[in-house]
Every structure is written in structure tokens, then in C-alpha cells.
Antibody, heavy 121, light 112 residues
Framework: QVQLVESGPGVVKPSETLSLTCGVS?????????WGWIRQSPGKGLEWIGS???????YFNPSLKTRLTISVDTYKNEFSLKLRSVTAADTAVYYC??????????????WGQGSRVTVSS | DIVMTQSPLSLPVTPGEPASISCRSN???????????LDWYLQRPGQSPQVLIY???NRASGVPDRFSGSGSGTDFTLKISRVEAEDVGVYYC?????????FGGGTRVDIK
């Protein structure tokens, strides 16, 4: 079955860049789905961050757009998130997700197990 | 952004009994194609969310038929015909009409 597994540091210093990778097994990232990120925090609940297609097309939450990079690597069969200039407000559990090739994003049918990231010096 | 409001915040349920969760949006989620762009998700304790219902009333793959979604426009309902112990967790509605997709605050379902 399709599985997504997040990896990355659990602690990031303020003003630095949060980097996470999502490894995909059981499905090719180049096969017609979008790959995205959603985060969950006590203060903001569930928040869609952004999504990317293997062609390089990306869609971002406007509230995060200026700090975001999401990319898909078809050779490694994984995708990644980079969020620059982080603050304590970016502390959350980060989930990688899959959704169909329609927009706006919806029907997030596969989720990773989540990666807890704390922004702290 | 579209604002999603759920009620109740908390719902104690009795196994075998029905349960219902309401979700309201501050603008219509009905597109001209006739579909309502509304999903329902369940997050069981300690787990990631999983999709239950998409496009208002379509059950996702593997979801038991005791779950059903209904409603149109701005008012939606998730119904569980007979609650089972494994149904405890937090239920979220999410609009997929506009970018960014936005989630409701959640309804916590637990056993009485």
C-alpha cells in the first residue's frame, strides 16, 4: 500500500530554515497526484501549507507563500518542504499528504505519520 | 479565506446509537458542476487524520457505510448510523472550493 514517511530535525532555531522530507513507498510521485504538506498546532488547528506536482507546478497557502519551497524528486521518489525564517508560530506537527490532480486541493487520501517540529533557541 | 464552523465541540456517544456532527461555511461550497466541495476527516487518538467523505457525500475507499455525508451550500452533516468504539476521535470538516483549503475547529467524539 502507499506509505508516506516524514523525516527531519525535531528542533529548529528561530530565523533559520525548517526542512522536511517525505519518503514515498508503494507509489510513484511522478504518477499523476499532487504531494503536499499540512501542519497542526494547538493554536491554529489544521492548516494546509502547500502542494507540488512532479512537473514543478506548486500551489502555496498565501499566508506562507513568501517563505516556502516545495519540490518533488522523482529519482528518489520523495518530496520536500523548506520553510524559511521560522518563528515560534511555526511550531507544529507537520504531515505530508497526497491528493488528486485537481485544484483547489481536496480529498487528502494518504497522510504520513507526522513530524513534530519545535522552533526554539 | 473561507471560515468553517463545526458543532458541537464535544459529543459523548453511546455505542450502537446514531451520532451527528454539523459543519457550516461562511460561503456556499456548491459549484456549478453540482458538487459540494466539502470533505470530512477523522483523527483517532495518536493518529494522523484520515479522509472519510469527499465532495460532500462520497465515502472514501475502505470507509464503513455507517458513515454518511449530506448537505449542500453552506450547511453540512456527518452522520454515524451506529457508533462503534473505534469511531472515537476528532472529526474535521474541510472546504475544498477555494485555495487555501480550510478546516473546521473539530468535534471531539468520545464514548459516554
Amino acid at each position: 500500500q502507499v506509505q508516506l514517511v516524514e523525516s527531519g530535525p525535531g528542533v529548529v532555531k528561530p530565523s533559520e530554515t525548517l526542512s522536511l522530507t517525505c519518503g514515498v513507498s508503494g507509489f510513484s510521485v511522478g504518477s499523476g497526484y499532487f504531494w503536499g504538506w499540512i501542519r497542526q498546532s494547538p493554536g491554529k488547528g489544521l492548516e494546509w501549507i502547500g502542494s507540488a506536482y512532479h512537473t514543478g507546478t506548486t500551489y502555496f497557502n498565501p499566508s506562507l507563500k513568501t517563505r516556502l519551497t516545495i519540490s518533488v524528486d522523482t529519482y528518489k521518489n520523495e518530496f520536500s518542504l523548506k520553510l524559511r525564517s521560522v518563528t515560534a508560530a511555526d511550531t507544529a506537527v507537520y504531515y505530508c499528504v497526497r491528493h488528486g490532480a485537481v485544484l483547489p486541493p481536496g480529498n487528502f487520501d494518504i497522510w504520513g505519520q507526522g513530524s513534530r517540529v519545535t522552533v526554539s533557541s | 479565506d473561507i471560515v468553517m464552523t463545526q458543532s458541537p465541540l464535544s459529543l459523548p456517544v453511546t455505542p450502537g446509537e446514531p451520532a451527528s456532527i454539523s459543519c457550516r461555511s461562511n460561503q456556499s461550497l456548491l459549484r456549478s458542476n453540482g458538487y459540494n466541495y466539502l470533505d470530512w476527516y477523522l483523527q483517532r487518538p495518536g493518529q494522523s487524520p484520515q479522509v472519510l467523505i469527499y465532495l460532500g457525500s462520497n465515502r472514501a475507499s475502505g470507509v464503513p457505510d455507517r458513515f454518511s455525508g449530506s448537505g449542500s451550500g453552506t450547511d453540512f452533516t456527518l452522520k454515524i448510523s451506529r457508533v462503534e468504539a473505534e469511531d472515537v476521535g476528532v472529526y474535521y470538516c474541510m472546504q475544498a472550493l477555494q485555495t487555501p483549503p480550510t478546516f473546521g475547529g473539530g468535534t471531539r467524539v468520545d464514548i459516554k
